[in-house]
């Protein structure tokens, strides 16, 4: 692994030049700029990790394609196990960032392509397989963070991609070469897509026959001409920018994972980086095989931001005294018990996986769908419970301007206070932290992450064996079970 550290990892961001803009001006330097650089921060400690011995086990695989060690996020499934080690890994990584560490998305993507450029080739002849192995072992070697592209603009929905007005709503094939194509469109909603090394596109949608030329699976670096990268607003980002760091709430790693909008204007993709080109048939597959692999990560980093914040709840009610009311005792052994659900979830999912053709292995899908499904409610209810527990101090909070002014700081301080043996910093501090862990986009994120709840309901009928169940139910109460409707 070339980048082996998490400074290796700024630096070679620092190196990289690619297009950012924030704000209407170009970002120069993603790992300093105060609105990117949480965020590249939480990124980066995956690379930490992995040199860590408590978690190197968890942060790191052996490559099943050249047999040396590799990062766990360029790694593809070979076992339950492995399902099972991400799980953990985005667990404690999420305690450790209180934050989305955005580097599992391509993770989820490499898996995802592997296994259906395997069964694209055996179909159609094609060399898919080999031109990803040859490219991912590149990833492998250098340890690159990959930014998985799914989800397109799509501008009119009731209209399918071939149908669009205006053709760039999904990228798309604009022309073929003797040795590429060129590409057009946009990605939007991309986590750690501005300090990502390499960019995976994948389809958004299942395409008919019609949509040929959106049926497109692809990598190019990060800096490739043409590729211009728009750093998306954030709640209290002004607080950050100007480097408030208690008003930040969690000042060194953000809060939220840092979606970007990418935008392909005519980028040169070479054959060898093309792993999916017109099989239309075979895109509904990846989009499912992706979603449920990121879908089963939820119940690990979001469980592990609900260990964090379950942290700050507990805490502040020792600040704030109220630690052994028993309706604050009730209400934290809820939290707990959420965030395990989801955990269990996540878990269950992995351990019922199983081997593709191409021999990587899948979650159980029905399982990913709903632990994804439980955190677009439970991680709300946990925050619901938060705001409950935390009161309504966090509403009347002063800045930290005030806290630091010799004119009101003391007001800010002995009417902020709780008990006398702790310090009003703390509470202030971890009000903070509450705040940024429960409001604005970090929630956002937990509803329309990985697809947003509609799409987990589809996928649950979809895998619900209505048919099996009905006729469980038919002969339990004597009905024959060849009777239909
Ligand atoms: Fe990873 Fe997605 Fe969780 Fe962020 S939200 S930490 S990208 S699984
Ligand atoms: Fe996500």
């Not at 070697?141 to 998985?148: H, I, L, S």
Request: net charge positive.
């Amino acid at each position: 692994m070339k980048i082996k550290t998490a400074q290796d990892y700024l630096k070679s961001l620092r190196k990289l030049n690619h297009t950012v803009y924030y704000k209407g001006k170009k970002i120069k330097d993603v790992t300093r700029h105060p609105a990117t650089a949480p965020h590249v921060r939480a990124a980066a400690v995956t690379y930490a990790l992995a040199n860590d011995p408590e978690y190197k086990d968890l942060a790191t695989a052996v490559s099943h394609l050249t047999g040396k060690i590799i990062s766990r996020f360029t790694h593809v499934h070979q076992n339950v196990e492995d399902l099972i080690k991400k799980v953990k890994l985005l667990r404690v990584l999420g305690q450790k960032t209180g934050s989305c560490f955005q580097r599992c998305v391509g993770l989820d993507g490499i898996n995802a392509v592997y296994s259906v450029a395997f069964e694209i080739d055996q179909k159609h002849k094609t060399d898919y397989l080999e031109r990803f192995k040859k490219w991912l072992i590149m990833i492998q070697e250098e340890n690159y963070m990959v930014v998985g592209a799914m989800t397109d603009p799509k501008g009119d929905r009731s209209k399918g991609p071939a149908q669009q007005f205006d053709p760039d709503q999904y990228l798309h094939i604009a022309e073929r070469r003797e040795d590429g194509l060129v590409i057009r469109g946009a990605k939007l909603h991309m986590t750690g897509g501005v300090n990502s090394h390499e960019i995976l596109i994948m389809p958004t949608t299942a395409m008919d026959e019609k949509s040929k030329d959106y049926a497109l699976v692809c990598a190019i670096p990060a800096n490739a001409p043409g590729v211009t990268m728009i750093f998306g607003r954030q709640a209290n980002d002004n607080r950050k920018e100007n480097r408030e760091r208690i008003d930040a709430g969690n000042p060194v790693f953000g809060g939220v994972g840092g979606e970007a909008v990418i935008a392909f204007e005519n980028v040169f993709v070479p054959w060898d980086r093309v792993f999916m080109n017109g099989e239309t048939e075979f895109t509904g597959l990846l989009v499912y095989r992706f979603a449920a692999h990121h879908r089963a990560n939820y119940g690990g980093c979001k469980t592990g931001l609900i260990d964090v914040l379950t942290g700050a709840v507990a805490y502040l009610t020792q600040i704030q005294g109220t630690e052994k009311a028993s309706h604050v005792r009730d209400k934290i052994t809820e939290m707990i018990h959420l965030g395990e659900t989801l955990y269990s979830s996540s878990i269950a999912c992995a351990a019922e996986g199983c081997p593709t053709p191409s021999g990587a292995y899948m979650v159980d899908t029905m399982l990913a769908n709903v632990g994804k499904q439980n955190v677009t409610r439970f991680h709300f209810e946990v925050a619901r419970l938060a705001a409950d527990l935390a009161g309504g101090f966090l509403a009347t909070l002063p800045s930290e301007y005030d806290l630091k002014s010799e004119d009101v700081g003391g007001l800010v301080k002995k009417y902020f206070s709780g008990v006398a043996h702790l310090p009003v910093e703390d509470r202030i501090k971890i009000g903070r932290l509450i705040e940024s862990m429960t409001g604005g986009t970090a929630l956002v994120e937990s509803m329309h992450g990985a697809g947003s709840p509609q799409a987990q309901r589809v996928m649950i009928l979809r895998e619900g064996e209505l048919d099996k169940k009905m006729k469980l139910a038919k002969a339990l109460a004597g009905i024959p079970p060849t009777r239909e409707k």
